[in-house]
Each structure stands twice: as C-alpha cells, then as structure tokens.
C-alpha cells in the first residue's frame, strides 16, 4: 500500500488488476459496515451519546474502513465518491454502476438489521424511525409542533457538505499527496460534516446511508429522493472543485 510516504488509496485508475467482484464485494462490506455501525448508533444510543457520538460512530467507522479496504476497492462506500471518481475518468462506467448497486445493497442489509434489532425494544414502533433522513417537519428540529428546517436547508446542507467530503477524499488521496493518513484526514471530515447536519436533517451526505433507513421509518420514503439527489449533486460539485484546485482534468 505504500511506497516512501505516498498511499494508493482510492486512486481506481490503479485497480483495473484487482478483480472487479473483490472490488464490488468490498463496496457492499463497507457499506454494509459503514450503515450498520453509523445507523446503528444513532438508532439503539443516540440518546445516550448524542449528536457528537453519532457523528464520530461514522466518522471513526469510514477511518477505519479506509485502510481496511482501500487497497481493494478505493473505499468509495459513498455513490456520491463514485460519482466523483466517474466524473474524473478514475473508474468506468461498468465499474461505478456496480459500485453504487453494491453500496445500496449492503447498506439496505445493514438496515434491514438494525430495524430488525430496534424492533424488539419493547414498545417500538416503525414511526419511531430509524434515524430516516427528512425536512420539514420530518426534521429533527420539528419537535413539540415547532417548524423544522425545510427543503433548501436540505440542499444547502447535502450539497455543501458532501461537495466537501468528496474534495478531501479526492485531494488526500491522489499520487502527489502524503496519503498515509488519508484516512483520519477522510474519516475526521465525515464526522464534522455530520455534526453539522444532523440537527437539521439527520445528516445524509451519502444516498446509500439514506437508502438503508427510509424503508423502514413511517412516512420517510416519500422524501428518500432530496437524500439521494442532493449528495449526487454535491459529489459533482466537490468533483469540479477538486478538479480546478488541484488543475486535474474532467472525464471527456
């Protein structure tokens, strides 16, 4: 994985000799890790530990993560990493799509698993949620009938916040960066990007996180689409930034 002090972290243009169903496979266990341990948190100790807690289960978990499988796959585990890595020429068309169909799976799975737990709590309820993403007043400010943070908080939010996680993951990781700690730099971002967002919509910044809980919260599915638009939008934008900062060219 190293060579001197630079990484090859998730630099795909390198991975074309790593057999492309390891690569898909590391993806879902990611995901699925990533979803299970973040979601898992926020829905069986969230009132034990708090915002601050939650967004460090996601932070350290996508740490860890990042050196666990980034010489397979890259460690996208995020569609809106994919994106990005698609719009800069570092992975194929073919590649991307199995990626995300692999992170959407695992993450669902994780889901699945965590609501499966929650649900044995005596006295849950599907509409106690599973920390769903939501605006208005699905908002995790809307509560004693106050009014929640609506839907262009949620882009500015989901936008902003994941064009900056995508920015550090492609800078810190590219051939002339000092990538051995690429992934506290990765993983450290992930939670103060949480941080900022779950008070105002439980903190999307990747489809495949929101994909694994709306299925299995009341009422959240009708808003699953601004959590999967909005971090692809933002995984283009930190794409396009990335690519003018640092002078790299966009896939033609």
């Not at 050196?67 to 990493?81: D, E, K, L, M, Q």
């Not at 550090?168 to 971002?189: P, Q, Y």
């Not at 999307?204 to 994909?211: D, E, F, M, T």
Request: glycine share 14%.
């Amino acid at each position: 994985m190293t060579q001197g002090t630079r990484t090859e972290v998730a630099e795909d243009v390198d991975r074309d000799e790593v057999p492309i169903l390891r690569r898909v496979l590391a993806e879902g266990v990611g995901t699925f890790v990533l979803v299970f341990a973040g979601v898992g948190t926020a829905v069986l100790a969230g009132g034990r530990v708090g915002a601050l807690g939650i967004a460090l289960a996601f932070g350290f978990t996508l740490l860890c993560l990042v050196y666990a499988i980034g010489r397979v796959s890259g460690c996208h585990i995020n569609p809106a990493v994919t994106l990005a890595q698609l719009v800069l020429g570092r992975i194929s068309v073919v590649a991307a799509a199995l990626y995300v169909a692999a992170q959407a799976v695992g993450g669902l799975v994780a889901g699945l698993l965590v609501y499966g737990v929650a649900s044995g709590l005596p006295g849950y309820h599907r509409a106690d949620g599973l920390a769903a993403n939501g605006f208005g007043e699905y908002s995790p400010a809307a509560k004693g009938g106050q009014d929640g943070y609506g839907l262009w908080a949620t882009i500015t939010i989901e936008v902003v916040l994941t064009a900056l996680l995508v920015f550090v993951v492609l800078s810190v990781t590219e051939r002339v960066a000092d990538t051995a700690l690429a992934g506290l730099a990765i993983g450290i971002t992930l939670a103060v990007t949480n941080l900022v967002a779950i008070p105002v919509d439980n903190a999307s910044i990747n489809p495949a996180r929101s994909l694994a809980s709306a299925p299995f919260q009341d009422d959240a599915l009708g808003q699953l689409w601004a959590f999967i638009v909005f971090p692809l939008v933002g995984g283009v934008v930190g794409a396009l930034v990335y690519a003018v900062v640092h002078g790299r060219p966009i896939r033609r």
